[in-house]
């Protein structure tokens, strides 16, 4: 390392521990900026972003205490020393590295000891090679080819993003939200498909915009997406599975096929995205309205540089498209969700409960239902349908406007006294003269009682 770069990391250590250096500081005020700093990334001389623990900015705070900025240069590692006295030890590991580019630093370390006797770090060789251009990754990326693919006919090949797009109010929301443009593009014509910009990045929006698409311009053969949560759902792929379409996602940090559409969403910025945000859009609704009037009669209309012919022109010199009938369009963008019928005939779906038929009670069945209209769920068992799920409601088991249910007319009393009657016959049974009632032995008592009060 010389001392230019030391220099450099000296001061990015001091960027990093400055404001806990302050003398004013209590030692818990320094200890929260501390914890802060620990917490946050950092931005290294060589470009990688980094995070440092407590315990090494503790270390850099005490370390500029004692000798200043000198104090925070990195010191010079104890195997640099095998490096400057043998030069020709660098010229054999760029050998070595250039004779096998896979060969790893240790690997070449390895070697370098059994050759030669000398020990050189790891870390040291890795240096030594990525000053010369000759890391792995720059190999790799210089041996690397790519060629160009283009569909041979229109819908061949559809390749869908999603691109940020400015801040708009929304009717359902107090706030502005960030639009996002969902849009297909067809890899042979260059023809944007369709686009719509959605106030929220979801598997709905997806499903909706290929909805309109495939209406508006046929059924493609493949569907190309990235990995995100939009593109990569079980919904979407039973929407490709009912319509005969192939889902494919591109192989993560390998955007290489997806360059008419990054080309696309670069003319869009260009060309509508300014131009709305000069204007000033007021809502999504007319975001969407400029948009489609764009698409229609700037994007699609202009001669691409490539194909010297309009996209729009292009797409229809290859119809007529491959179509699907209206009843299988509805039945592909149908969710499909499985759920157990509980003792009560009852299935829940999205925090709602519908009731089904008692005779599935304790099977597994399948719902299936267009996510913006829960009011119509559709049942199956084992791929049968079964009739449709009801949203249950608990409430009266007879309605009050039931004649039945209405409070009855008052009784008129009939007089009889049923405990009067058991003790009149009861008296009757044991005779009146030889037993007393209770009510007599109890007065009896009382005599008694103060006939002994008086002899006192």
């Known amino acids: ?47 990688t972003r980094r995070h440092y623990s407590r315990g090494t900015i503790d270390r850099w705070i005490r370390s500029w205490r004692e000798g200043g900025l000198c104090a925070l240069k990195p010191d010079p590692r104890a195997d640099a ?87 708009v109010s929304h009717p359902r929301v107090e706030t502005s939200v960030r639009a996002k443009l969902f849009l297909i593009v067809d890899d042979r014509s260059r023809l944007l498909v369709d686009g719509v910009f959605y106030a929220h990045e979801n598997a709905r929006a997806c499903q909706d915009l290929l909805r309109r698409a495939i209406t508006h311009r046929g059924v493609p053969d493949v569907l190309y997406a990235d990995n995100g949560a939009p593109f990569k759902n079980a919904w979407l792929s039973r929407t490709c599975a009912v319509l005969g379409i192939r889902l494919v996602h591109s192989r993560p940090y390998q955007p290489q096929g997806r360059g008419k559409q990054e080309r696309l969403n670069r003319f869009i910025r260009e060309s509508f995205l300014d131009e709305a945000m000069h204007r000033g859009i007021e809502s999504l609704e007319e975001l969407n309205d400029l948009f489609c009037a764009w698409a229609e009669q700037v994007c699609n209309r202009r001669v691409h540089k490539e194909t010297n012919e309009t996209p729009l022109t292009r797409f229809e ?66 791929g049968h349908p079964v009739g449709t799920a009801t949203p249950f409601v608990i409430s009266r088991h007879v309605h ?53 009060e008086q002899t006192q």
Request: glycine share 6%; with cysteine; net charge negative.
């Open 400 to 452: 009050r406007a039931v004649p039945q249910a209405e409070s009855p007319a008052p009784i008129e009393e009939t007089g009889i006294d049923f405990l009067e009657m058991v003790a009149k016959a009861h008296e009757e049974e044991a005779g009146t003269g030889d037993k007393p009632r209770f009510r007599e032995l109890q007065l009896f008592a009382a005599d008694v009682e103060h006939d002994e």
């Open 317 to 382: 010199a290859d119809g007529p498209h491959r179509v699907a009938p209206p009843e299988r369009i509805e039945e592909a963008f149908r969710w499909s969700v499985t759920r157990k019928v509980t003792k009560t005939a009852t299935v829940s779906l999205e925090g709602n409960a519908y009731g089904v038929d008692p005779a599935l009670v304790g099977r597994r069945v399948e719902l299936r239902y267009r996510p913006e209209d829960l009011s119509e769920i559709a049942v199956y068992l084992e």
């Open 81 to 167: 020393g095998a490096v400057r006295a043998h030069p020709e030890l660098i010229e054999e590991v760029c050998k070595l590295r250039l004779e096998r580019p896979n060969r790893s630093a240790a690997q070449i370390a390895r070697t370098i000891y059994y050759h030669h006797g000398i020990r050189v770090a790891e870390r040291t060789v890795r240096a030594q090679l990525r000053r010369r251009g000759l890391d792995r990754k720059a190999l790799s990326a210089e041996h690397r080819v790519f060629g160009r693919y283009e569909a041979e006919r229109a819908n061949e090949r559809w390749v869908t993003d999603v691109l940020v797009g400015p801040w």
């Open 1 to 47: 390392m010389d001392e230019e770069t030391r220099e450099q990391i000296a001061l990015h250590r001091y960027g990093v521990i400055a404001e806990a250096l302050s003398q004013r500081l209590t030692g818990a005020e320094r200890g929260r900026i501390v914890r802060e700093i620990a917490g946050r990334t950092h931005t290294h001389p060589d470009g």
